[in-house]
């Protein structure tokens, strides 16, 4: 038993696109959001955080964005779908289907993270639980190889041109 005297409250969540592109590097481009326990502080990213992360990604990709996301909450409430909609010259979003993780190719880098520096971790206060989330983070942002994995555990692969039908649920 180790024993660790925590100082203060909070917690880490983080929001990531797993990008991919023929005859490119794979990138990772993520945020974290921290919450410290503080009266009126947001515990978790709103939905103007993910379209922040969006759009982000599409100013540093410089490319339309093909978006295939999971069924969180938050991705489906009536702001992103108008953002989407207002977007669509350069934004096209595909739902996966309900209870899919296998086809996410994020979950491999959470899968990564969890088993890398996130491992058996005791940390001594919440500036260090930080420190050590965007170290892996890092780690794996700036290994192409580790991001491909993700998209290898789905058993998907990468087409030069994205034609898909119209809606991938059923």
Known sequence: MVRVRGGGTGRVSIAALVCYKPGHRSRLIYRLHLWRGRKGESKSFTWMDYRDLIVTAHLELGAPIVLIWDNLSLHLVPGMR????????WLTVFQLPAYAPNLNPAEGIWSLLKRGVLANLAVADFRQLVRVVKRGLKK???????VNGGL????LTLMH??????????
């Open 82 to 89: 108008a953002f989407a909609a207002e977007n669509a010259s």
């Open 140 to 146: 794996i942002q700036y290994r192409p190889h580790l």
């Open 152 to 155: 290898a555990e789905t058993g």
């Open 161 to 170: 041109s994205v034609t898909m039908p119209p809606d991938i649920t059923n």
